[in-house]
Nanobody, 120 residues
Framework: QVQLVESGGGLVQAGGSLRLSCAAS????????MGWYRQAPGKPRVLVAT???????NYADSVKERFTISRDDAKNTVYLQMNSLKSEDTAIYYCNADVRTIYRLRSNYWGQGTQVTVSS
C-alpha cells in the first residue's frame, strides 16, 4: 500500500505565505506525476498545480505567479510554496500522486488533506 501525508497547512493573513509538504511512503517503485488540488466549501475539488517526474509544471490560472510546485524524488515528497495568499485560496488542499508500486501496479493516490485558511 501507499500513503500520502500532507503537512504545513494553517491559518495565515492575506498576503502571507505557507509551504505545504506531502510525503509518500509504502510499497513505492516510482512516482510519476504529483500534484496539489483544493476544495473550498460547497465547491468541487480543482487542480492547483502538477509536476511531472521530469520536472515540468502546470498551474491553475488563479495561482500562477504566486504558487510554486516542486518535488524531491529522493524523499518521495512534493511541495507547494504559496505566496501572496488571498482569502479565495482558503480550502482543503489535497496531495495526489501517480504511483507504480513494487508489484508493478500503477494507481492514483490521495492524501487526507490539509486545511489552509487565509484571513482578510
Amino acid at each position: 500500500q501507499v500513503q500520502l501525508v500532507e503537512s504545513g497547512g494553517g491559518l495565515v493573513q492575506a498576503g502571507g505565505s505557507l509551504r505545504l509538504s506531502c510525503a509518500a511512503s509504502g510499497s513505492i517503485f516510482s512516482i510519476n506525476d504529483m500534484g496539489w488540488y483544493r476544495q473550498a466549501p460547497g465547491k468541487p475539488r480543482v487542480l492547483v498545480a502538477t509536476i511531472t517526474r521530469g520536472g515540468s509544471t502546470n498551474y491553475a490560472d488563479s495561482v500562477k505567479e504566486r504558487f510554486t510546485i516542486s518535488r524531491d524524488d529522493a524523499k518521495n515528497t512534493v511541495y507547494l510554496q504559496m505566496n501572496s495568499l488571498k482569502s479565495e485560496d482558503t480550502a482543503i488542499y489535497y496531495c495526489n500522486a501517480d504511483v507504480r508500486t513494487i508489484y508493478r501496479l500503477r494507481s492514483n493516490y490521495w492524501g487526507q488533506g490539509t486545511q489552509v485558511t487565509v484571513s482578510s
